[in-house]
Antibody, heavy 120, light 112 residues
Framework: QVQLQESGPGLVKPSETLSLTCAVSGYSISSGYYWGWIRQPPGKGLEWIGTMYHSGSTYYNPSLKSRVTMSVDTSKNYFSLKLSSVTAADTAVYYC?????????????WGQGTLVTVSS | QSVLTQPPSVSAAPGQKVTISCSGS????????VSWYQQLPGAAPKLLIY???KRPSGIPDRFSGSKSGRSATLGITGLQTGDEADYYCGTWDSSLSAGQVVFGGGTKVTVL
């Protein structure tokens, strides 16, 4: 059974960089699929942040692209998200997830989510 | 403002049927597959329907999906109290050069 688990600071100061990691178990990232992030502000809907393949190809939400960096570590079977210059609008529950392919919205496995609050 | 439009809420009595619409454009639903997600209170979203009308293993056939033109529909029959949740449609949008996954604003299903 594929499982994903997010980890990272729950509080980030404005203008700083949000950094999260997603540990994957039950499946080897290097075997395929795309791995990415979705966020959900409190009481609001879902927003796709982006996804990447283990080889390094990435697809980012155009509205966030200038601030987003994703990376993968196949040796440790985890992937990461960095979001720079955060503001209060970036406060959200961040989910890591497995996406079936880069041009499709099939997201078949999700982490439990981690709340990140941007505040001084 | 979501790219895909869903009704904010729908409701029905136990055992009844509800349908949730999701409307978009030619750059998203019109030319790409649609997925549907169920988000129970306090939980992560769960894939209910993919490729317009396919159900992942373990999803009961009470849930169904369809697509016509630039719109998609999720149907839930035999409504149960455990179906109370937020439901989201999603698809790929290719209106920008890079493309992205887009979601609807979500529909809250209430079992009366």
């Amino acid at each position: 059974q594929v499982q994903l688990q997010e980890s990272g600071p729950g509080l980030v100061k404005p203008s700083e960089t949000l950094s999260l990691t997603c540990a994957v178990s039950g499946y080897s990232i290097s075997s395929g699929y795309y791995w990415g992030w979705i966020r959900q502000p409190p009481g609001k809907g879902l927003e796709w942040i982006g996804t990447m393949y283990h080889s390094g190809s990435t697809y980012y939400n155009p509205s966030l692209k200038s601030r987003v960096t994703m990376s993968v570590d196949t040796s440790k079977n985890y992937f990461s998200l960095k979001l720079s210059s955060v503001t209060a609008a970036d406060t959200a529950v961040y989910y890591c997830a497995r996406q079936v392919n880069g041009y499709n919205s099939n997201i078949d496995y999700w982490g439990q989510g981690t709340l990140v609050t941007v505040s001084s | 403002q979501s790219v895909l439009t869903q009704p904010p809420s729908v409701s029905a009595a136990p055992g009844q049927k509800v349908t949730i619409s999701c409307s978009g454009s030619s750059s998203n639903i019109g030319n790409n597959y649609v997925s549907w997600y169920q988000q129970l209170p306090g939980a992560a979203p769960k894939l209910l329907i993919y490729d317009n009308n396919k159900r992942p293993s373990g999803i009961p056939d009470r849930f169904s999906g369809s697509k016509s033109g630039r719109s998609a529909t999720l149907g839930i029959t035999g409504l149960q109290t455990g179906d109370e949740a937020d439901y989201y449609c999603g698809t790929w949008d290719s209106s920008l050069s890079a493309g992205q996954v887009v979601f609807g604003g979500g529909t809250k299903v209430t079992v009366l």
